[in-house]
């Protein structure tokens, strides 16, 4: 039996060691495969190939297989040695393994990193957006330079910071690219230049202060403004409960140490949490 079908058996431990049910994995095959098959067809036929397609080595696992070793990868962060170790495969197919299913991912989810994107259903239940920052923990760089750029004052260690949008149901609307962690939240959003729907507010800490977002009142607080504080931090808890699903898998918490794909994994860490709340 190999690994799929081990944790077939077991639901629970399915679930804990890749973040998704196993219903949802088989719908995600579902839906992945097609695009795998369509990625798989251009490598073959590229320009320059000698062999003819089918021609060459074959893949020791099956697509669902290859995509669950990433959900795990993702949901553990453990060593490519060890994801071959488990899996039959050597260290560098794990690594080409999962660098394919995260762009695979990538272009099943299509995670906006600026521009929110939602159905007329989702327009019409949309009340407000909430924004927050979010810091990665990244190994120390060699350059002094570097290290500047990216040390965290707020978490004094050196880490990169991604954008997290989230709506009133608190689902994932966007995930921006990860910059340095030494950047102010104010200046990522800026820079940022999200286009929200028409007539939609937003909703962010003291961190944006002199942005279009709402922010808490401060200073010289009356009965009214801390009623209003109260329930402002209510609203925008939202967000921090979705940073939260997503550090659940191990590859967005713990020290980065994936040289390429830093984005493209974030966004699908923070698609796979939607689909974890089921609001994907």
């Known amino acids: 039996m190999n690994v799929l079908d081990i944790l077939r058996a077991r639901p629970k431990l399915f679930f804990r060691l890749s973040g998704i049910t196993v219903g949802d994995f088989d719908d995600l095959v579902l839906k992945l495969y097609p695009l795998w098959q369509e990625s798989e067809h251009k490598r073959l036929s590229r320009k320059g190939r000698k062999r003819a397609i089918g021609g060459g080595m074959k893949y020791i696992l099956e697509f669902s297989e290859q995509l669950l070793l990433c959900l795990m990868y993702y949901r553990t962060y453990a060593t490519h040695v060890f994801m071959g170790l488990v899996f039959r495969v050597s260290a560098p197919t794990v690594c080409r393994r999962v660098n394919a299913m995260t762009l695979v991912m990538v272009g099943h989810f299509r995670m906006p990193e600026r521009k ?33 750029k990216v040390y965290s004052g707020k978490k004094k260690r050196f880490t990169k910071k991604h954008q997290i949008i989230t709506d009133n ?58 009623k209003y504080n109260k329930a402002f931090a209510k609203l925008r808890i939202g ?42």
Do not use: C
């Not at 120390?140 to 330079?145: A, D, F, N």
């Not at 590859?251 to 966004?267: C, M």
């Open 169 to 226: 149901k608190k689902r994932i609307v966007a995930v921006g690219p990860w910059k340095n962690g030494k950047k102010h939240d104010k200046r990522v959003y800026d820079e940022s230049r999200v286009i929200k729907p028409r007539g939609v507010i937003g909703l962010g800490d003291l961190g944006y202060e002199g942005t279009d977002l709402e922010i808490p009142k401060k200073k010289k607080l009356s009965k009214d403004d801390k």
């Open 116 to 148: 929110i994107k939602l159905t007329a259903e989702e327009q019409e239940e949309l009340l407000f957006l909430v924004v927050d920052g979010t810091e990665r923990p990244v190994q120390r760089p060699k350059m002094p330079g570097k290290r500047k």
């Open 239 to 280: 967000v921090e409960h979705a940073i939260g699903r997503m550090k659940k898998y191990r590859i967005f918490s713990e020290i980065h140490r994936n040289n390429r794909l830093q984005t493209p994994i974030a966004k699908n860490v923070a698609a796979l949490a939607n689909i974890n709340m089921g609001t994907a």
